[in-house]
């Protein structure tokens, strides 16, 4: 993404990028600014696992001369392109949304009770990661002196944070049908892609999606330029991800959506519907999903679960995570070597 929104600054083609930071002052919050230089892109760079206000910068937007770029997420692209109908002045500044998938973002207290629970007092810390170190990364606070703590066994995709999510997902977030912000032009993912042995095969790659023609011209000119460096995967035989993704949204979130609205509570309108062949798992799962994350809401509970999963005790909880995603990937392995295909 930064790659792209590099290339529009770069050419002129804008003369800012609305993007997200940690806070200098406070950081463990996050916070949106508009990017015009190489640094403060950099600065941007890296996915933050926290609500961040981005509409705040609309109205800053408004105020300046200029044509601008954004990077957002799902719910944020929404927004804007209602807002879009309604303030053409707006939206004549604005020439190209860059979009993130999303599988669900965190309350912007998960950061300051994670470093109580973890012991490091807030006036300590220069800097906080969602995914810092080696990719897929892990969270982590940067201190003052240097130091860079770890704030949980393992990495992003196998350690705490895969939990955390159950705790700390907003009630939004829990309404979302978009995993892959389908009114962006662009939209970039990672690229969790794993080869038949179980073993990631696009390691610190994203994965762009194309979805409009100006979309498709930002892509191919900053290709062309060497901005960014591209590999089809369209015909790629392991393109299968986002599983999980699809089940929350795609089977979860609608069931959760109904069950809300006949409940009387806020829900976003969508063009789409209840899927018409939900079993009753999928309805358990709902339940069971809401439960959890209603007790998330209480703080001594959602503190506890922080404290066992950022602790030594959760370390066998991932081993075994780890043990059957490779059991797994050896038998696909298995089932897919010749000889074991069917004829
Ligand atoms: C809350 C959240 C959930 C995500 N869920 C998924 C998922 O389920 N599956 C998946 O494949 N990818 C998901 N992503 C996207 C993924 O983590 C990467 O951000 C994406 O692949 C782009 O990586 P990159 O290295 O190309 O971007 P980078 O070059 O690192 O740029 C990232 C851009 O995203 C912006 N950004 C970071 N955090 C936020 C935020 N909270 N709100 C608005 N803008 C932000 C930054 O300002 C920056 O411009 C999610 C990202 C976020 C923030
Ligand atoms: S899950 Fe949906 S509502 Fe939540 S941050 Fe992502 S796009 Fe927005």
Same mark, same amino acid.
């Given at each position: ?95 190209? $949304? ?18 109580? $629970? ?12 969602? =995914? ?16 860079? =703590? ?59 999606? $194309? ?106 909880? $991932? ?25």
């Amino acid at each position: 993404m930064t790659g792209l929104l590099h290339h529009l600054l770069k050419t002129g083609a804008v003369d800012g990028c609305l993007v997200t930071r940690m806070d200098r002052e406070r950081p463990w919050a996050a916070e949106p600014f508009i990017a015009t230089t190489f640094e403060e892109l950099c600065a941007s760079q890296g996915s933050r696992y926290s609500v961040i206000p981005l509409n705040r910068l609309w109205s800053e937007v408004r105020q300046r001369p200029g044509r601008y770029a954004v990077a957002c997420l799902p719910c944020q692209t929404h927004g804007y392109r209602n807002l879009q109908r309604r303030d053409p002045a707006l939206a004549a500044k604005l020439s190209v $949304v860059i979009g993130l998938y999303c599988g669900g973002s965190l309350e912007p207290t998960l950061a300051p009770e994670m470093l109580a $629970v973890r012991g490091i007092p807030r006036e300590a810390l220069a800097d906080f990661k969602f =995914r810092g170190g080696e990719w897929p990364g892990q969270m982590q606070a940067i201190l003052k002196d240097g130091q860079v =703590r770890p704030l949980h066994y393992s990495n992003y995709k196998d350690g705490a944070y895969n939990y955390l999510t159950s705790l700390y997902m907003p009630e939004r977030c829990q309404t979302c049908l978009d995993g892959s912000n389908e009114f962006a032009d662009v939209s970039v993912s990672d690229a969790w892609t794993r080869d038949e042995k179980g073993d990631y095969k696009f390691k610190a790659h994203s994965r762009l999606l $194309v979805r409009t023609p100006r979309g498709a011209d930002l892509v191919r000119r900053a290709a062309e330029a060497g901005d960014i460096v591209l590999q089809d995967v369209s015909s790629d035989p392991s393109y299968r991800t986002h599983k999980l993704q699809t089940r929350r949204k795609g089977s979860l979130a609608p069931l959760r959506v109904d069950r809300w609205r006949k409940a009387g509570r806020r829900v976003p309108g969508y063009d789409r519907g209840l899927p018409e062949d939900a079993t009753f798992k999928e309805r358990l799962a709902e339940r069971l999903s809401s439960a959890l994350l209603r007790a998330g809401k209480w703080k001594p509970f959602r503190m506890a679960a922080m404290g066992f999963l950022t602790s030594r005790y959760a370390i066998p909880l $991932v081993k075994i995570r780890l043990y059957l995603k490779k059991r797994k990937y050896a038998r696909r392995a298995r089932a897919s070597a010749p000889g074991n295909q069917p004829q």
